[in-house]
């Protein structure tokens, strides 16, 4: 058996409580004569009906994770030494916070098929989407993109990310991370440059390939896209009520402390 370098096995995402029902599963890999390549433990949709990338690729489907709309999921493509069905492609709404207290929505991919194992083999696979507010706000201010999983050999993938603003077509930011044999980024924060914005397009673009070693593997477990938002105006409100309050509470209390 060989060592599997798993990049990032911490979780710091809330997946909801039909994805929180799911099971592990044990996905092996076996070379002729029995020998077992490796030997890794995943997470496995539910066995309940789960969302998946071909329901959301249909006509006038969406999903929502917190007060964001994900739709018009459109242009798929995959070449190369896997054909990931679609069907076991699951897309999950999660609630994270990646960066800082503050918590982003957004959605996770994940497939047990996204492995490869064996010498000079490639995979790419890309799609769109959109995402915007369900009521106009709060506005998206910026995204985060991470994924788990990791190589063995001269294993490697990466997940870009174009951000693109639907009424210019202008692209706002872009996201990636990646991992190879030596060299990792497992998350990309953005903060959005100018005026916050209610609806993007999401271009995403997932590579893997494995080097020429016999034993070369390249697996991602899953890969987030969330984003934050503007606080409501009644939370914005509350936020600077309560600083106004604890300056007028500081400022009598020096005072009283004056007068004695």
Known sequence: ????????LTEDANIDAKARKGRQLSARRVWPGGKVLVSIIVFAPPAT???????????????????L???????????????????GIFVDPIASTPVSSETEYGLRFSSAQWFLAGPNLTYAMSFDYDV??????????DSTLKFVGGPSGAGSASVAQEIVD????????????????????????????????????????FTASTGAAPD?????SHFDETF?????????????????????????????????
């Open 69 to 87: 709309e994900f739709s018009n999921f459109r242009n798929f493509s995959q070449s190369g030494a896997l054909n990931v069905s679609l069907s």
């Open 132 to 141: 915007s507010t369900l009521s106009g706000l709060p506005l998206i201010t």
């Open 216 to 220: 070369s593997v390249s697996f991602v």
């Open 1 to 8: 058996m060989i060592s599997l370098n798993p990049m990032s």
């Open 166 to 205: 639907q009424l210019t077509t202008n692209t706002v930011v872009t996201n990636q991370v990646f991992f190879n044999q030596s060299n990792a980024n497992l998350q990309s924060h953005s903060d959005f440059p100018g005026s916050p914005y209610t609806g993007l397009e999401i271009r995403t673009d």
């Open 228 to 260: 934050s938002q503007i606080p409501e105006s009644g939370t914005a409100s509350l936020i600077v009520f309560s600083a106004l309050a604890i300056l007028s509470w500081t400022g009598r209390n020096r005072a009283g402390k004056q007068v004695r």
């Open 49 to 67: 009906k789960a969302v998946t990338l071909f329901d959301l690729l249909q006509p006038n489907a969406s999903i929502v994770s917190g007060n």
